[in-house]
């Protein structure tokens, strides 16, 4: 009897541990299903603060894009000739926006290394020399717009006066190849003009054989003939001093000289001398970044364009051909040193008159 006693209390010993564990783990089963524990859960889902920001931004976007979709569509329909100028436009300030980033990185990349102008690899080169170019003839835009009201005159004369106010991103394909070739007209009307002046100086220099070079180039130039590379290279003491080195020229030689690289002439003559000296010595710079990379290196908008800046007309030209005169003109102007920069200058003229193609 005692026996069972003792048997029965460790039963409701055991009993007693084993049950409350249950009874725990049911409680919280019916807490996390809300059945036990206060009414049921909404079934929708709450999003974040940031999620909910994040899809109203995206929904606006889309909304926008939608919006602006149809105003294209509908300006295209209504205002074909506003809507081309408004697509150009457009266009135009996106790609100067992102030349003005790029250019942003390039000059910070040169700050935190210490890098130089010349020390830089030919396209980034080449890309902060053409920006600059652009925000100078934009800053005339820019100053006229300050007055009151005044930017309404500005639409107008941008529109009146496109190659004379706007830069390159805001040409048309069509105004873009009609714009280069005016330009190219009016350098090339200052060939003649330099060529003579050579002319006149051959009796001021003293080496005779030097002489002989010089009066020879010139005969060949005026009777239609493209100059050999040797036949131009073999002047170069001549136009490293006295009478044709940068310092030596005189007034009017400088004014022509800058009519052929498109720099204003309506400045005082040493403020010319310095801008075409300046001016040359940073194609001399790019040609030896280019001579680094490699004329196969370009693509063919990157070749007409160095030709382009070198004097040579190459709209009209085909790629082989201006890859050819731009290995020419690579191979003069990486074998010129700081005091023979005024044959590069004059190389403007000396190479680029009679190439092949160039005649219309």
Known sequence: MALSRVCWARAAVWGSAVTPGHFVTRRLQLGRSGLAWGGPRSSKLHLSPKADVKNLMSYVVTKTKAINGKYHRFLGRHFPRFYVLYTIFTKGFRMLWADAKKARRIKTNMW?????????P????????????????????????????????????????????????????????DFLDIYHAFRKQSHPEIISYLEKVIPLISDAGLRWHLTDLCTKIQRGTHPAIRDILALRECFSNHPLGMNQLQAFHVKALSRAMLLTPYLPPPLLRHRLKTHTTVIHQLDQALAKLGIG?????????????????????????????????????????????????????????NYLGTRR
């Not at 080449?126 to 930017?151: M, Y």
Request: overall charge neutral; aromatic content about 12%.
């Open 297 to 353: 290196q370009l693509t063919a908008e990157e070749v007409k364009s160095a030709c382009y800046l070198r004097g040579l007309n190459s709209t009209h030209i085909g790629e082989d051909r201006c890859r050819t005169w731009l290995g020419e003109w690579l191979q003069i102007s990486c074998n010129l040193k700081e005091a023979e920069l005024s044959l590069l200058l004059h190389n403007v003229v000396l190479l680029s008159t």
């Open 112 to 120: 935190n290394h210490n890098i130089e102008f010349h020390q830089l």
């Open 122 to 177: 030919y396209r980034e080169m080449e890309h902060l020399r053409q920006f600059r170019q652009d925000v100078t003839k934009c800053l005339f835009l820019g100053i006229i717009s300050i007055p009151p009201f005044a930017n309404y005159l500005v639409f107008l004369l941008m529109y009146l006066f496109p190659r004379q106010l706007l830069i390159r991103h805001f040409w048309t394909p069509k105004q873009q190849t």
